[in-house]
């Protein structure tokens, strides 16, 4: 019998001690869930960390993984793999009423599903955990127009936009996207895909904005074209996130229509490639980044850093740069959203905290430069 998963209230503890690292990290993602109102995947994480430990290979996997569980998005590309499984008919049916109608059954009957899918499709599922994680959210993509229209409010020039772990290009998009910032509209009124998210703090201030051109990089970049690709970026939706999931549809749609430039390659070379190449008098060059960091070692982190000191010391007024990041806190307690400008007079590369943002852009506290 199927129930509101908002009716269960407090997800049911475990019914044994949370000892090694894989328990930990559910009940980590769990109690994060919980804190953002997923009643469904922090079920999905209590139910695994009940039935995984007797998953031999998952859980070893896992448990032996020789990263950062939570860097590496572990828990994420194991949902992945559980996601895919139900959107290919592979699992008993109950995965498929949770990842897709957003019906929760009793956790007995999930206890079960997962316990026979983690053993039937073991190697499918191992399969998921070799590759990095592919979320490519949209919703960011708000975060992004806000600091696009908060640092050109003085001179309204035209921005060069260059990403940073783009996956399939869809934020490279954010033109052809209907973005509501509180109050202010921006973009493209008229499209399939809207993104507006809950606006709290501070008013943002209407400005100018134009994109000029966007282009990305990623390790690993995935193709819209291609149906297992697409079939990747659907898997990464958490369970009964069915907005969400309409909402990448649709911006597959738009990419299908508007083919975003994504290279392949490691950022911080491709980095220092763009920033080699002439920057138009007149033109904003701005990077940025979402939920990538958490993936890059610190050898990566130091070397994109170091990219960006080399093209902000030659940065000048009329051809400034702009870093916008969103990422975890170190602590991983908040995603905040900052913003850094080099011009050579005023702005020297200050990182600075623009807004605390929902992790998947659902809500944005702004607080802006001023």
Known sequence: MLF????????????????????????????????????????????LARVLPDATRVFAAIENWPGDLASD?????????????????????VLRALYEDGAMPCSAALDAALAETLDVHAGALLGWLSHPTQTNEVARVAGLVAALIEVGRGDGLPCEVLELGASAGLNLNAAHYAVRL????????ASAVTLAPEWRGTPLAPGPLRIASARGVDLHPLDVTCADDRRSLAAYVWPGETARAERLAAAINIAAAHPPAVD??????WLLQRFA????????????HSMVLQYADAAERTAIDYAFALAGARAEPDRPLARVSIEWRADRGAVELRIAQWDGAAHRGES???????????????RGLA
């Open 73 to 93: 998005g572990v828990i994420f590309r194991l949902n992945a793999g559980l996601h895919a499984l139900a959107l290919d008919g592979c699992e008993p049916g």
């Open 264 to 269: 392949s390659g490691l950022a911080s070379a």
């Open 182 to 189: 509180g109050g202010l509209a921006a973009c493209a009124p």
């Open 277 to 288: 190449e002439p920057q138009p008098p007149g033109v904003r060059r701005v990077v940025f």
């Open 4 to 47: 509101n998963p908002h009716d269960l209230g407090p997800v049911q503890a475990l019914d044994r001690p949370v000892t090694g690292r894989t328990l930990r990290q559910l009940q980590a993602e769990a109690a994060k869930a919980e804190g953002f109102g997923k009643p469904l995947t922090a079920a999905l994480m209590q139910a």
């Open 352 to 366: 600075r905290i623009a807004a605390h943002c929902h992790p998947y852009g659902e809500w944005i506290d702004w």
